[in-house]
Each structure stands twice: as C-alpha cells, then as structure tokens.
C-alpha cells in the first residue's frame, strides 16, 4: 500500500485564498501539530473508514425534513419538542449541503477561504436561521452532548452559525441536534434497525472563530514545527513508533 501526499497544502508564496474546510478547522482545534504535518507538509491522518449507517440515516433525515419542506409546514418531531420554527426553503441548500462545496466565506484579515456542509437548516417567525446538524449513535443511554470528546460537535455547529452571519443571514445563537440512537433492546434483528430520534437544542457562541482563523494563518506561514495537542493518539502513536524503531534499529547493530 502506497501513502498519498494531501493535496490543497499550503504555500506561503501562493496569492490565492486558500481553502480551509470546517473539519480541518477542527483538526486545528484538537492539534496543531497534526494539523501542520497535514495543510502545510502534506501528510495528513490516515483515512478512517466511511461510516455507512450514519451516512444512511443523514440522508433519509434530509428527505424526510425535505418533505416539510417543500409543504412549508413543521416536521412532528419539532412539534413534539415545541420548536416554533419550519424547515428553510432557499436556493442554495443543496449547495450548502454538498461536500467539499457547502457554505462558503473569504475571511479576507487572513484570506482563508472557509467552507462547510450543513445538514440542515430552519427559520423561525422572527426570520432567525436555526443552524441544524444530524448524529447517529447506538448505545444504552439516553444521547446528550455531555461528553467531553463531543466539543467537537459544539464547535462544528458554531462554525455554521459564524458562516451563515458571515453570508448575511440573521442566525439564531440557538441550534439544533437531531440525534438518532438505534435500539440495542429489541430481541432480534429481523432485519431492521430502529431509532429513537432526540431533538436536542445548543445556544452557540463563535466569538472563538475569529481568533482561531488568525491563529491558523500565522501556523501556516510559519517554518516552525508546533507542539502536539493534549492527549492527541495520532502524536503519541507516532512518537512510540519512533522509539520503537530507534531501539530496534539499536539492537540490529549490536549482533
């Protein structure tokens, strides 16, 4: 198997904008270093595996939600948990919806170009946009967003919100997670799997974008290596390797 080096790195001569994706934003988030190593020197985290069943719940969600759309009315679901908005009917959804395209931004202070694909969106009576995000898991528990790991999500879902101020449209600092949690009780299989469907509100704060976009710019244009993140596997992973093989390649020499 052959690594391939990431494309869209970054060259501090280039006049253009350079894109930058809401995951790679995250990816800053959580190391910088990795992060470095990825947009700057081209070698990037190993893919993981493509998560299936959350891509098929994802889109029956869309449709779904599509359906009242495209009615102007408000899906039981929101109803149920008294949100007094309907999803928003516009243009460009697909567009925000689609990978690698989704909403998009020049933050001309650092000339990133910012994108990032949505799932949804809603619009209540005051013409607030409701910036909407879907999540499957299946355990035992009820789902919430009390896990410390799930600051990601948080900070995906403000992103959002900064990029649709940035477009010019009023965004409520409240969104929303449809979480879908498939039952583990049921006796069988038979061939299905169910899901218990949680709407689950989030009041956002993106005053932390701004600082983060310039805090990028000046990694990307540095020569410098940063340090690693706190507890990031991918950097302690690499530097067990490394130890591993400078003692190996020790011993080798002793016989």
């Given at each position: 198997?052959?690594?391939?080096?990431?494309?869209?790195?970054?060259?501090?001569?280039?006049?253009?904008?350079?894109?930058?994706?809401?995951?790679?934003?995250?990816?800053?988030?959580?190391?910088?270093?990795?992060?470095?190593?990825?947009?700057?020197?081209?070698?990037?985290?190993?893919?993981?595996?493509?998560?299936?069943?959350?891509?098929?719940?994802?889109?029956?969600?869309?449709?779904?939600?599509?359906?009242?759309?495209?009615?102007?009315?408000?899906?039981?679901?929101?109803?149920?948990?008294?949100?007094?908005?309907?999803?928003?009917?516009?243009?460009?959804?697909?567009?925000?919806?689609?990978?690698?395209?989704?909403?998009?931004?020049?933050?001309?202070?650092?000339?990133?170009?910012?994108?990032?694909?949505?799932?949804?969106?809603?619009?209540?009576?005051?013409?607030?946009?409701?910036?909407?995000?879907?999540?499957?898991?299946?355990?035992?528990?009820?789902?919430?967003?009390?896990?410390?790991?799930?600051?990601?999500?948080?900070?995906?879902?403000?992103?959002?919100?900064?990029?649709?101020?940035?477009?010019?449209?009023?965004?409520?600092?409240?969104g929303y997670f449809v979480y879908a949690n498939g039952k583990r009780d049921r006796e069988a299989f038979d061939g299905k799997l169910e899901f218990d469907v949680k709407i689950i509100p989030y009041t956002g704060d993106d005053s932390w974008v701004e600082p983060a976009l310039k805090d990028i710019k000046k990694l990307l244009t540095s020569d410098s290596l940063p340090p690693s993140g706190v507890d990031c596997e991918f950097c302690a992973y690499r530097e067990a390797a490394d130890k591993?093989?400078?003692?190996?390649?020790?011993?080798?020499?002793?016989?």
């Amino acid at each position: 198997m052959t690594y391939k080096r990431r494309s869209n790195i970054f060259d501090p001569a280039a006049a253009g904008a350079f894109r930058l994706s809401r995951s790679k934003i995250e990816n800053f988030m959580r190391c910088a270093r990795c992060f470095y190593l990825d947009r700057r020197l081209g070698v990037g985290e190993p893919e993981g595996y493509p998560f299936n069943l959350n891509s098929a719940v994802d889109h029956l969600l869309k449709k779904e939600f599509d359906i009242h759309r495209a009615k102007g009315d408000a899906h039981p679901l929101m109803a149920h948990y008294k949100i007094d908005a309907v999803p928003f009917a516009h243009e460009e959804l697909d567009r925000w919806r689609e990978n690698f395209v989704g909403a998009q931004f020049l933050h001309k202070p650092t000339n990133l170009l910012i994108t990032g694909a949505i799932d949804d969106v809603w619009i209540n009576p005051k013409d607030e946009l409701h910036i909407v995000d879907y999540k499957a898991t299946a355990k035992d528990s009820e789902v919430n967003l009390d896990a410390e790991w799930q600051i990601g999500y948080k900070r995906q879902m403000e992103i959002y919100q900064w990029l649709f101020r940035k477009n010019n449209f009023k965004v409520s600092s409240i969104g929303y997670f449809v979480y879908a949690n498939g039952k583990r009780d049921r006796e069988a299989f038979d061939g299905k799997l169910e899901f218990d469907v949680k709407i689950i509100p989030y009041t956002g704060d993106d005053s932390w974008v701004e600082p983060a976009l310039k805090d990028i710019k000046k990694l990307l244009t540095s020569d410098s290596l940063p340090p690693s993140g706190v507890d990031c596997e991918f950097c302690a992973y690499r530097e067990a390797a490394d130890k591993a093989l400078a003692q190996f390649k020790k011993q080798e020499k002793l016989f």
